[in-house]
């Protein structure tokens, strides 16, 4: 059984585990570029992932897991430069069978950069982020998208409408391949945090929404498979 925030060692990563049984769907989730995988917002889509029936591995870049045993701040190496860690964190739980691949922002980033080998070669069946960083805030001419415009693998990002990574109005501008769909919170920023005189949803109302829409999505991958 896997329990709720458990930490375990499988071959040389370290996960947190939520969830709870083997026959669940698995989604691996990767942390953001500053902040690492136990966030109160990680925690929060880890335990909706669980209560909503599937299980959930975090696990760390090593940048972070440096950080976190005392190394120094450094900035993260570039998204490419992290795929090779992703895959390897892909691969320590083949025993879970296909994959829901994704991250918050930076690991969401990876995620999709990996995601179609891994979908290819039968080890991910979607791909699933949150708050994906579609252009560094405030250079909407910097766009990282290439590789979404011919995109694959299943795919669902849950953005909040005014991320400054990519909000609402921008991404219906981009030319995206039609496996991907969207789920989107309104107001939210790119922690899916809304305004309180916006709307009278709050932050966690929107990352068990997050949550939900993930499971529900991915049971139209199971059903289609």
């Known amino acids: 059984m896997l329990c709720t925030g458990q930490a375990s060692g499988v ?3 370290q996960f947190l585990l939520d969830g709870g049984g083997p026959d669940r769907p698995m989604v691996l989730l990767a942390h953001g570029a500053g902040a690492p995988m136990d966030t109160p917002f990680m925690d929060g889509i880890a335990a909706g ?3 909503a029936g599937l299980n ?6 090593g940048y972070m897991a440096a950080r976190r045993s005392g190394g120094p701040k450094r900035p993260p190496p570039r998204a490419e ?47 699933a982020c949150l708050g994906y960083p579609f252009h560094p805030p405030g250079k909407p001419e910097r766009l990282r998208t290439a590789h979404l415009e011919k995109l694959a693998v299943p795919a669902l990002i849950c953005q909040g409408s005014r991320d400054p990574f990519g909000t609402r109005e921008e991404v219906a501008g981009y030319a995206l391949s039609p496996a991907i769909s969207f789920c989107w919170l309104e107001d939210g920023d790119h922690d899916l945090k809304p ?4 709307t009278a949803a709050s932050q966690a109302d929107h990352i068990g929404s997050a949550a939900a829409a993930i499971a529900a999505w991915t049971r139209t991958l199971r059903s289609a498979a």
């Not at 895959?87 to 990876?110: N, Q, T």
């Not at 305004?195 to 916006?198: L, S, T, Y």
Request: proline content about 2%.
């Open 11 to 13: 071959g040389q990563m």
């Open 49 to 51: 992932l669980a209560a």
């Open 56 to 61: 959930c591995a975090r696990f760390e870049f």
């Open 81 to 127: 430069a992290l795929c090779g860690e992703y895959i390897a964190a892909a691969e320590e739980l083949a025993a879970a069978g296909p994959l829901i691949v994704g991250g918050k922002s930076l690991g969401g980033r990876v995620a999709s950069l990996v995601a179609e080998e891994l979908f290819r070669t039968g080890r991910a069946a979607g791909l």
């Open 195 to 198: 305004r309180k005189r916006v």
